[in-house]
């Protein structure tokens, strides 16, 4: 990135590496300068939790208001219905409107932690896009807003190209996402003057037909910026671990599990990610991320620390990092780690070692237990797990049980 930016929040985008793309730099950066710019970044709620792939994103919106802007949240309540199939191999799956609100419901949990809601001029905003689209008219919707849209232009966009490539089905109720979305950059220019679309790379084609609806409609001024999708340095996608999607909200994934994903971060990404989830200065980030040896696991722990501290609060990190020293210095057994309460009337006849990997989310299925006791990969309080069939009573709880997978996944087993 060449561009030399004057308004504080461009400068942060650049230099920490939030920045892919944007419509017009120079123009936006000079409204950015010129005084408070809402921007928003609009969220499905295709889950009741959001999770670690969203996190860039959110950040973005954080160093926004940081900077003096004002960050708008908006919630897919209306567009969730129909399913963006941007980049997918199939449709998504219809939600119920009650599913829709309970998952909106969760996601609003995060947010809290990241930015200041209110009345001020850089105070966030939340919004649902059901407020303007559950009320909208076919008819009017297609004679006002539809002939502004070309079907050759939008078959042109790779997120679309792609999926009709491979021939895959595309719907006719997927093919009307990109519209509805445009149409909510509209509405929020109209309703609350926001002027900044922000989203992931693979959003590109949708953030564009809403700056051009916009400015056919309203004759308004409006920009469009996108980050990169991340993926880490062995090429895996960012958000997912050994044991499934990183969630961020703590009932559906522990603090402790949340601290250990960063932990685990690999030497090469340790740099990068302390300037993309971390607010420590550009130049601490660099200066942990060349460490070598040994030393780099200290930073690993910081990286940590910070991102847990963001998300679940200071105290929460500290008992992360407690438990993780407690386990793997000390081979003790922490009590901040995932735990599986088991019934007494469960251990009656027993319940096999198998069995709790699975409960515990140590292993994915019965199949998958078994592969990893096969392997030499699972531990039953660090001693290794030879029969996928041994049986766990409850006179083995008189004391917590440590289950351990691999190197770095354990769980605790009580009795309740």
Not at 164 to 183: C, K, P, V
Not at 270 to 288: A, H, I, N, S, W
Not at 378 to 399: F, K, M
Request: aromatic letters at 8%.
């Amino acid at each position: 990135m060449t561009y030399h930016a004057k308004s504080d929040f461009l400068r942060v985008m650049i230099e920490r590496g939030y920045l892919a793309d944007c419509t017009d730099y120079q123009a936006l950066d000079e409204a950015l300068v010129q005084g408070v710019v809402p921007a928003y970044i609009g969220y499905d709620a295709t889950a009741a939790s959001l999770h670690v792939g969203h996190l860039l994103n959110i950040m973005m919106l954080r160093w926004l208001q940081k900077t003096g802007h004002r960050p708008i949240t908006l919630m897919g309540g209306g567009t969730t219905k129909v399913g963006d199939p941007s980049f997918r191999s199939e449709e998504r799956p219809l939600l119920t409107p009650d599913r829709i609100d309970a998952n909106i419901a969760g996601m609003k949990q995060v947010f809290a932690r990241y930015l200041s809601y209110g009345d001020g001029p850089a105070d966030a905003i939340m919004l649902n896009n059901a407020e303007w689209l559950d009320s909208l008219n076919y008819l009017d919707f297609l004679r006002d807003i539809g002939r502004h849209f070309s079907v050759n232009r939008m078959l042109s966009f790779e997120s679309v190209k792609s999926r009709l490539d491979r021939e895959q089905s595309l719907s006719f109720l997927e093919f009307n996402y990109m519209i509805l979305q445009a149409y909510d950059f509209l509405e929020l220019y109209r309703r609350y003057g926001c002027r900044l679309q922000m989203g992931g790379s693979d959003q590109w084609g949708n953030i564009v037909n809403g700056i051009d609806l916009t400015r056919r409609v309203l004759d308004a001024e409006i920009w469009g910026l996108t980050s990169p999708l991340l993926t880490t340095s062995d090429g895996r996608k960012m958000g997912k671990s050994a044991s499934g999607a990183v969630w961020l909200n703590g009932e559906m994934l522990s603090p402790y599990e949340f601290w250990q994903f960063w932990r685990n971060t690999t030497d090469a990404d340790v740099g990068r990610f302390l300037k993309l989830y971390t607010e420590l200065p550009v130049e601490e980030c660099d200066r942990l991320g060349a460490l070598q040896g040994a030393e780099i696991n200290a930073a690993k722990v910081i990286l940590a620390n910070e991102v847990t501290a963001l998300l679940h609060g200071a105290e929460a990190a500290a008992a992360a990092e407690a438990t993780a020293r407690e386990v793997f210095e000390k081979g003790g057994l922490g009590e901040d780690l995932p735990t599986l309460t088991l019934a007494p009337d469960e251990l009656a006849e027993g319940i096999s070692v198998a069995q709790l990997f699975v409960r515990t989310g140590l292993a994915k299925s019965g199949k998958d237990a078994k592969r990893l006791i096969a392997e030499g990969g699972a531990r039953l309080n660090d001693e290794p797990v030879l029969d996928a069939g041994q049986l766990v009573r409850a006179g083995d709880l008189a004391d917590a049980l440590k289950l351990t997978a691999g190197r770095k996944r354990h769980a605790r087993v009580v009795i309740g």
